[in-house]
């Protein structure tokens, strides 16, 4: 089955301490996203990217860093400068192109702050 | 830049009840409108999508939502509710031609009581 997978579920984050939010996708989509979602705000776009070696900041970069080495894989690595990192963090795909603008999620991943 | 309203924080209804969850934007240029929903604890998926043609989309589960220019809105309704509807919606705004990346809504959560 194609799909997006995220990994861990949970992750629980120590101060000062960088922690790094698995995403990959099967479906050869060539965009990729992260957001991060707090209750009452939404989502927020933290970072994205359209291709390989290549990706831009969202609203809310600061204290993030991605990586897009692979198609089909866009890490996202909560540093310690993000001070308030407690969220949820959603992974998204899409292809680009007219007609072909439905973002299709992963699971999600629940950090938290020890 | 494109904006998106969902005027409700919180729907809630009885079940078997229809239900609307409203949805507002803001945009200069002609847009593509989605409607996700996100159950407890998970990714979002797509409902439904308006990107050209009838102003009327049926989406999955029973719902349909109706695109009106004019009113610059794109309303979610369902004639008769279920309790595992219970779950968050978001309506996301794309500008045609523009960025690809959507801008999103705060969300309704829509609570379905027995």
């Known amino acids: 089955d194609g799909g997006i997978t995220q990994s861990p579920k949970y992750l629980f984050r120590k101060e000062g301490q960088n922690v790094t939010l698995s995403c990959e996708q099967n479906l050869n989509h060539d965009a990729m996203y992260w957001y991060r979602q707090d209750p009452g705000q939404g989502l927020r776009l933290i970072y994205y990217?359209?291709?390989?070696?290549?990706?831009q900041k969202g609203d809310i970069a600061e204290g993030y860093s991605v990586s897009r080495e692979k198609k089909e894989s866009f890490p996202l690595t909560v540093t310690s400068a993000q001070k308030n990192p407690t969220a949820f963090y959603l992974c998204?795909?899409?292809?680009?192109?007219?007609?072909?603008?439905?973002?299709?999620f992963g699971p999600g991943t629940r950090l938290l702050v020890l | 830049a494109q904006s998106v309203t969902q005027l409700d924080s919180q729907v809630p209804v009885f079940e078997e009840a229809p239900v609307e969850l409203r949805c507002n934007y803001s945009s200069s240029v002609s847009v593509y409108l989605f409607w996700y929903v996100q159950y407890p604890n998970q990714g979002l998926q797509l409902l439904l999508k308006y990107l050209s043609g009838s102003t009327l989309v049926k989406g999955i589960n029973g719902f349909e939502a109706e695109f009106n220019k004019s009113q610059t809105s794109f309303h979610l309704r369902k004639p008769s509710v279920h309790i595992s509807d219970t779950a968050e919606y978001f309506c996301?705004?794309?500008?045609?031609?523009?960025?690809?990346?959507?801008?999103f809504g705060r969300g309704t959560s829509l609570i379905v009581h027995p």
């Open positions: 990217s359209q291709i390989v070696n290549d990706f």
């Open positions: 998204a795909s899409s292809k680009i192109g007219q007609g072909q603008e439905t973002q299709y």
């Open positions: 996301a705004v794309r500008t045609i031609g523009g960025s690809y990346i959507p801008t």
